[in-house]
C-alpha cells in the first residue's frame, strides 16, 4: 500500500508540493484556497485516503459540495486514488460524499423517519406550490406593493423573502415587528409545507443547523462526523456555514476548500465573508494556497489573474496562480466591434475555423476540436435588449444556425420555441377556455398539430380534447374525477401519432422537458378537474416555465457534441478549450450596482449585506468575469459591441474589457494563432464511471427503450392515484422500529403509529370519514391492518436493531451502484455484530402463491437484494445471513439466493447494462405482457430490435423461482 501519511508520500503519488501539504495537515480547521484549475478534487480525494490509511473509519468522513454534478466527480476521484493507493473503493459507500442538501435530507430521516415522506420542492415546484396555495399563503397584500401588480414577480419575491429568512435564520417575531403581513406568509408558508409534509432545499439546512442545537437525535448523527470536508466554500450561506460550526463544535475536524475570486452567489445568499474571514472564526485555522493551474495557459492564467487582483486589491486573499505548461497552439484576444451583427459573425466564423483544430491533450494524446469544445458565455442569455427586447442570444444563436453549427442552450432558452412543445402549450391553452367546438378544434390541428405532428390522427385528437374537456369543465357539485396533466399528455402524444413518427432525439427531449413540466405540477397539485385548478397550469406554462427550465436536456453520460451557450452561473465548475466571453458592454460587464429590494425589512439584513450578500457590487461583477474567464483551456476571446440591436447610443469598451492586459493578448480579430493544424474531430471522452442508482438499472434490464423515455429523453409515468403510498407504509414500519427499541409493540401500538403518520398527497380525506369513509380513509386503514400484522407475526424483528436506508455506494466495473440498505443486525453484549439480515419491505401484492404471482417481476425484486446483500458484505462488513422481500400487504417474507454465485451474477447484470447505457444502445425489446404494462408503450413503435455487436447477454439471475434472464434479454 501506498504511503500517503507524509508529504514526501503523497507527492509520490503525483501531487504538488501545495496539493500534498494540504492533504497531509492534520490540523483541526484547514482552509485550502483553491485558484481556479489547481486540481482541488484531487487535492480532496488523496486527503481522504490518508485519512483511511490511517485507520480513520471511513463512516466518520463527510464531504459535501454544492452540485450533483461536482459530488459525482468527487466520488469517481475518491474511488480511483482508493484503489490506486491498494484501499477497497467500497468504502466510499460507508462515508458520505454528496450535496449539503441530500446530507442534511439524510440526516432528518434518520432523527425522524417522517421526514422520508417529505417531498422536494425545487424552484419551479415552489413556485407552483404557491400558486396552488395562493389564498391561504395570505399573498394577495403583498402583490399590491409592486409596480402594476405583476402575478408571477410577486411569487419570485415572496420565493426569495422565504429563502433569505431561512438561510439567515431570522426570527419570524424580529419580522412581525416591522412587516405583519410578510411575517404572516412566512408563518403561512411554514405550516402548510409542514402539514402538506413537503420541504424546500433551504429548509433543509435551516432544520439541520437549528437542530443541531437541542434535538439529541442529529447532535448524535452529527457528532459521529470526525472529518468534515466542504467544496465550493465560497459559496456557502449563512445556515451553511451554521451547520459548517455546528459539526465543528461536536468534535470534527474541519477542511474547507474554495476561491473567494470564483464568490458569484452573492445574490442568492453566499457569504464571501466566510472565506475571507475563516480565520476569525476558526482562531487556529491553517492555510494553504494551490496555485498551480493545470487546465489553462500561461497567458490566460497572467491576465484573469492580474485583472481580478487589480479590481478587488485587498478584498481578495493573496494568491499568484500560474500554469502547470503552456501548450500550443493557444490565443487570447479582445475585440470591440462595430455592431452585434459583426460580433456574432465573428464569433460563429472564428468557431468554424477552429473547428477541427489539433488539440493536445494533458496526457498527450491528440484529437480534433468539436463542437462540444466551444462555449460563447455571456451574463444574461435571456434578458431582452433594443425596442424588440430580443433575446440577449439570438445574434449567436442565429448565426449558428446559419452556419449548421449545432449548439445547446443552457439557460434562458424557452421550450415554446420548439414547435412540438409550442403544440402541446397551445392544446392545453385551448382546453383551458372550455367547451371546444369543431372549426376551434380544426383550426388548432390545421395551425399548430400538424406542423409539429405530421402524422397526427384528426379523429383521435378530437375525442381526446372532447373527452378531456367534458372531464375539466364539469359542473361545480357534479361528481369529479382525479385528473392528472401527466394523463392527458400521453393521450394526447397517442392521437398525435409519436409511435409512428421518426422524431429526432432532440425532439423527444422536446417533448420529455414538456412531460416534467407536468410533472412538477403534479408533484404540488392534488388534481387538475376544475377550470380554476386547470387555468392555474395553463398560465403557469405560459410564463414560467418559458424561462423556469433547464433546457439542456442531454443525455445522462456524455455532453452532447454541440456548442454550449449560457450564462457564466451555468458553466460554474467546468472547462472548455476554447472559450467566448460576449455581451461585453457597460451595464452587462460590469453590470450596474444594485441593492437589495425585498420584501423582509432591509434592517435586518444589514449584516448578511455587510458580508457580501444580496447585492450586486463592483466586486460581485469582477468575481462573476474572472470566473468567466477561468473556463478556457487554451483559447480566450472576448468581445463587445459599440452598437446594439435598437440601441440609440454607442458603448465604448468595458471597464473589464480594457483592463486585461499580457503580452501574447491581441486585438486584431483577423489575428490566428500560429501553429494551426487539423486533426480528425474527436469529442473529448466523459467519466465512464457513473453513479448510477439501481432504479435506473432496472429499467435498461426490463428494456433499454424504457430507460432511454425517462433518462435519455426524460418522460415521466402518469401518477397512479394511491401514488406514495408504498412510502408512506415503509415510513410506518420505520417509524416502529424508531420508537420500540426493547421489544415488539403490540397490534394496538402499532395500528396507532401507522394512522398518526399517515399521509397522502393525491388523494383528499373524506369530508365525513367516519359515515363516507373514501379512498383515502380505506388505505388508511389498510396501513394500519399492515402495521398490526407485521408486528404480530414477526415480532423478533424487533430483537434486532434495524438500520434504515442506510446509503451504499458499490464500485463494479464502469459505475458506482448507489442505493440504500435495510438491515436488521443482532449485537452482542459487547457490541459484535451477531446476526445480519438483508430485508426489503414492498407493498405489493403476492397473492397466495408470491413466487408464481405474475403480478411481481422476480428478477428485479431479487437483483435488488442481491446488491443489498452485497453492499451489506463489502461497505458495512457484515455477511448477510440471509436475503429476503417482505411482502407488507400479505405479511409473507420471502427468501432471495445471496450466495456468492448469485450475487456475482447480479453484478454482471448491473455492469452489462451500464456497459450498454455508455454504448448509447437502446433496442426496442417488445413482448406483448410487457408492453401492455409500460409507462410509454403508446409512444413506442414496438419493433423489435437487436443488441449491438459484441454485447453479448448477461447471466441469468438467481431467483426465488429459479434462474431467469433480464426482460430485455
Not at 406568509?185 to 435551516?206: G, K
Not at 456557502?236 to 476561491?259: M, N, P, W
Amino acid at each position: 500500500m501506498a504511503n500517503l501519511s507524509s508529504v514526501e508520500g503523497l507527492r509520490a503519488e503525483g501531487l504538488t508540493p501545495q496539493q500534498a501539504a494540504a492533504a497531509a495537515d492534520r490540523s483541526n480547521a484547514i482552509l485550502c484556497i483553491a485558484c481556479a484549475g489547481s486540481g482541488k478534487s484531487q487535492t480532496l480525494a488523496y486527503r481522504i485516503a490518508r485519512l483511511i490509511s490511517e485507520g480513520v473509519p471511513a463512516t466518520s468522513i463527510v464531504a459535501i459540495t454544492f452540485t450533483e454534478k461536482a459530488a459525482d466527480s468527487i466520488k469517481r476521484r475518491v474511488a480511483k486514488v482508493l484503489a490506486k493507493t491498494g484501499y477497497s473503493p467500497s468504502l466510499i459507500g460507508q462515508m458520505y460524499v454528496g450535496t449539503i442538501h441530500a446530507f442534511c435530507q439524510n440526516v432528518l430521516g434518520d432523527a425522524d423517519a417522517v421526514y422520508r415522506q417529505y417531498d422536494v420542492l425545487d424552484d419551479n415546484r415552489f413556485t407552483l406550490f404557491l400558486m396552488s396555495r395562493y389564498p391561504e399563503l395570505h399573498i394577495q397584500p403583498l402583490r399590491a406593493r409592486l409596480k402594476n401588480s405583476p402575478y408571477f414577480e410577486t411569487l419570485e419575491e415572496v420565493q426569495h423573502a422565504w429563502n433569505v429568512y431561512r438561510d439567515e435564520g431570522i426570527s419570524l417575531q424580529a419580522i412581525a415587528r416591522l412587516d405583519g403581513e410578510v411575517a404572516q406568509t412566512l408563518l403561512a408558508i411554514e405550516e402548510c409545507l409542514r402539514r402538506d409534509q413537503f420541504i424546500d432545499f433551504a429548509s433543509m439546512v435551516r432544520l439541520v443547523a437549528d437542530k443541531a442545537k437541542h434535538d439529541e437525535r442529529v447532535k448524535a448523527r452529527l457528532g459521529r462526523i470526525r472529518h468534515l470536508l466542504v467544496d465550493e466554500y465560497q459559496d456557502v450561506s449563512g445556515s451553511q456555514e451554521e451547520l459548517v460550526g455546528a459539526i465543528h463544535s461536536l468534535g470534527a475536524e474541519i477542511f474547507v476548500v474554495g476561491d473567494d475570486d470564483q464568490s458569484i452567489y452573492g445574490f442568492r445568499g453566499a457569504h464571501v465573508s466566510n472565506i475571507l474571514h475563516f480565520s476569525n472564526r476558526y482562531p487556529n485555522a491553517v492555510e494553504h494556497v494551490l496555485d498551480t493551474n493545470f487546465r489553462s495557459t500561461r497567458a490566460i492564467v497572467a491576465a484573469s489573474n492580474s485583472f481580478v487582483a487589480a479590481q478587488l486589491g485587498p478584498m481578495r486573499l493573496h494568491k499568484e496562480p500560474k500554469e502547470h505548461v503552456d501548450l500550443e497552439p493557444n490565443h487570447l484576444l479582445a475585440h470591440h466591434f462595430d455592431t452585434r451583427e459583426e460580433e456574432a459573425d465573428w464569433v460563429a466564423d472564428r468557431i468554424r475555423t477552429l473547428m477541427g483544430t489539433e488539440y493536445r491533450q494533458a496526457d498527450g494524446t491528440v484529437r480534433g476540436l468539436t463542437a462540444a469544445d466551444f462555449a460563447i458565455l455571456m451574463r444574461s442569455t435571456r434578458t431582452g435588449e433594443g425596442e424588440a427586447r430580443t433575446a440577449r442570444h439570438l445574434p449567436f444563436t442565429s448565426r449558428l444556425e446559419a452556419l449548421q453549427i449545432p449548439y445547446t442552450l443552457n439557460a434562458g432558452g424557452s421550450a415554446f420555441d420548439r414547435p412540438t412543445v409550442a403544440a402541446l402549450r397551445q392544446t392545453f391553452m385551448v382546453l383551458g377556455e372550455g367547451a371546444i367546438s369543431r372549426p376551434q378544434a380544426k383550426d388548432l390541428i390545421d395551425t399548430y398539430i400538424r406542423p409539429a405532428f405530421p402524422r397526427a390522427n384528426e379523429g383521435k385528437v378530437f375525442q381526446v380534447l372532447s373527452d378531456w374537456g367534458r372531464r375539466i369543465h364539469a359542473p361545480m357539485g357534479a361528481t369529479r374525477q382525479r385528473l392528472f396533466p401527466q394523463a392527458l399528455l400521453l393521450d394526447l402524444l397517442e392521437a398525435f401519432n409519436v409511435a409512428g413518427t421518426a422524431f429526432s432525439d432532440d425532439t423527444m427531449r422536446d417533448i420529455g422537458l414538456f412531460s416534467r413540466m407536468l410533472q412538477d405540477v403534479e408533484s404540488v397539485y392534488l388534481s387538475i378537474d376544475s377550470s380554476k385548478r386547470f387555468g392555474g397550469i395553463v398560465w403557469f406554462l405560459k410564463q414560467v416555465a418559458e424561462g423556469g427550465y433547464n433546457l439542456s436536456t442531454e443525455d445522462v453520460v456524455t455532453r452532447p457534441d454541440k456548442v454550449t451557450v449560457s450564462t457564466v452561473h451555468q458553466v460554474k465548475g467546468l472547462e472548455f478549450p476554447v472559450v467566448f466571453v460576449v455581451d461585453v458592454v457597460p451595464g452587462r460587464f460590469p453590470g450596474k450596482r444594485s441593492s437589495y429590494r425585498g420584501f423582509l425589512p432591509a434592517e435586518l439584513l444589514a449584516d448578511a449585506i455587510a458580508r457580501g450578500a444580496y447585492e450586486n457590487t463592483p466586486q460581485a461583477e469582477a468575481r462573476l468575469f474572472y470566473t468567466a474567464l477561468t473556463r478556457a483551456e487554451r483559447f480566450l476571446y472576448v468581445t463587445g459591441a459599440a452598437q446594439l440591436p435598437g440601441g440609440k447610443r454607442t458603448n465604448k469598451q468595458s471597464t473589464f474589457a480594457a483592463s486585461l492586459a499580457d503580452r501574447a493578448l491581441v486585438k486584431d480579430p483577423l489575428h490566428l494563432p500560429e501553429g494551426l493544424q487539423k486533426a480528425p474531430p474527436r469529442q473529448k471522452e466523459d467519466e465512464s464511471t457513473l453513479p448510477t442508482s439501481f432504479s435506473d438499472i432496472r429499467y435498461y434490464l426490463h428494456c433499454p427503450m424504457d430507460y432511454r423515455f425517462r433518462k435519455g429523453f426524460g418522460f415521466s409515468p402518469p401518477v397512479p392515484e394511491l401514488f406514495g403510498y408504498g412510502r408512506v407504509v415503509h415510513v410506518a414500519i420505520e417509524k416502529l422500529h424508531e420508537q420500540f427499541l426493547q421489544g415488539a409493540p403490540t397490534a394496538e401500538e402499532a395500528s396507532q403509529v401507522a394512522s398518526d403518520h399517515f399521509h397522502l398527497k393525491h388523494i383528499a380525506p373524506s369530508r365525513d370519514p367516519e359515515n363516507r369513509p373514501g379512498a383515502y380513509e380505506q388505505a388508511k386503514k389498510k396501513a394500519q391492518q399492515i402495521a398490526s400484522e407485521y408486528v404480530a407475526q414477526y415480532s423478533s424483528d424487533f430483537t434486532h436493531q434495524r438500520q434504515v436506508e442506510v446509503r451504499f455506494e458499490i464500485p463494479a466495473q464502469d459505475c458506482l451502484i448507489t442505493g440504500s440498505i435495510d438491515l436488521l443486525m443482532k449485537y452482542g453484549s459487547s457490541g459484535e455484530v451477531l446476526e445480519a439480515h438483508v430485508v426489503d419491505f414492498k407493498t405489493m401484492d403476492g397473492g397466495e402463491n408470491p413466487i408464481e404471482s405474475e403480478k411481481l417481476d422476480w428478477r428485479a425484486l431479487s437483483l435488488q437484494v442481491q446488491l443489498y446483500a452485497k453492499a451489506a458484505r463489502e461497505v458495512f462488513g457484515e455477511n448477510a445471513a440471509t436475503g429476503s422481500i417482505h411482502l407488507l400487504k400479505d405479511n409473507q417474507r420471502i427468501q432471495v439466493p445471496i450466495d456468492d454465485a448469485a450475487v456475482n451474477a447480479a453484478v454482471a447484470n448491473v455492469e452489462w447494462a451500464v456497459r450498454g447505457i455508455i454504448a448509447h444502445d437502446y433496442p426496442m425489446r417488445p413482448e406483448p405482457d410487457k408492453c401492455a404494462s409500460c409507462d410509454f408503450g403508446r409512444l413506442c413503435p414496438k419493433t423489435r430490435q437487436e443488441f449491438r455487436a459484441g454485447a453479448g447477454l448477461p447471466p441469468p439471475i438467481s431467483t426465488p423461482a429459479g434462474a431467469i434472464r433480464a426482460a430485455a434479454c
